[in-house]
T-cell receptor, first 112, second 111 residues
Framework: NAGVTQTPKFQVLKTGQSMTLQCAQD?????MYWYRQDPGMGLRLIYY???????DKGEVPNGYNVSRLNKREFSLRLESAAPSQTSVYFC???????????FGQGTRLTVV | RKEVEQDPGPFNVPEGATVAFNCTYS??????FFWYRQDCRKEPKLLMS???SGNEDGRFTAQLNRASQYISLLIRDSKLSDSATYLC????????????FGQGTELSVKP
């Protein structure tokens, strides 16, 4: 059982380049999330999706776009990467109600 | 004000000690609560859910006080393997299941 799968695991971008982080879950969860984590800080919510076809901004959405392609997949796009977007990105999914979230292994992104 | 606040620590304790972590949340619509553990910036993993009546899992006890909007985690008889960052998490149902994390509390258990 794969759970939540994120790709890629590592990425180095030059300032101004674009890229898409992919996330897929096989647990039939309605909700999916994207977080970033910077050194010494907790996870900050970028965007989330309560169900297929809906997305909502979190705490730090600027510079990012998302797509909930279907129930399984939720992608995060950086249109023009900046050094301030160097971070570890985590995707997560959760069922409805009192159910926990499961996380992917993270994408370590460096923007130079 | 952050929606979920934790004391970032670090907490440095000897093996066998009892340590308590606290967390406060500001959104009264928050309806589910969790403690997660994170090792070395790997993916967070669920430690335990937090129920209104309080709940225990071995050496770990979680408490919730909805009136004060306060969550706690107690670790008894600390082990070296408990060294990690502990994250408080709230789930807000009326915002589509939005999950908000505290900044985490770092625990280091020494021999």
């Amino acid at each position: 059982n794969a759970g939540v799968t994120q790709t890629p695991k590592f990425q180095v971008l030059k300032t101004g380049q674009s890229m898409t982080l992919q996330c897929a879950q096989d647990m039939n969860h309605n909700s999916m999330y994207w977080y970033r984590q910077d050194p010494g800080m907790g996870l900050r919510l970028i965007y989330y999706s309560a169900s297929e076809g809906t997305t909502d901004k979190g705490e730090v959405p600027n510079g990012y776009n998302v797509s909930r392609l279907n129930k399984r997949e939720f992608s995060l796009r950086l249109e023009s990467a900046a050094p301030s977007q160097t971070s570890v990105y985590f995707c997560a999914s959760s069922g409805q109600g009192v159910t926990e979230a499961f996380f992917g292994q993270g994408t370590r992104l460096t923007v130079v | 004000r952050k929606e979920v606040e934790q004391d970032p620590g670090p907490f440095n304790v000897p093996e066998g000690a009892t340590v308590a972590f606290n967390c406060t949340y500001s959104n009264s619509a928050s309806q589910s609560f969790f403690w997660y553990r994170q090792d070395c910036r790997k993916e967070p993993k669920l430690l335990m859910s937090v129920y209104s009546s309080g709940n225990e899992d071995g050496r770990f006890t979680a408490q919730l006080n909805r009136a004060s909007q306060y969550i706690s985690l107690l670790i008894r008889d600390s082990k070296l393997s408990d060294s990690a960052t502990y994250l408080c998490v709230v789930k807000i149902y009326n915002q589509g299941g939005k999950l908000i994390f505290g900044q985490g509390t770092e625990l280091s258990v020494k021999p």
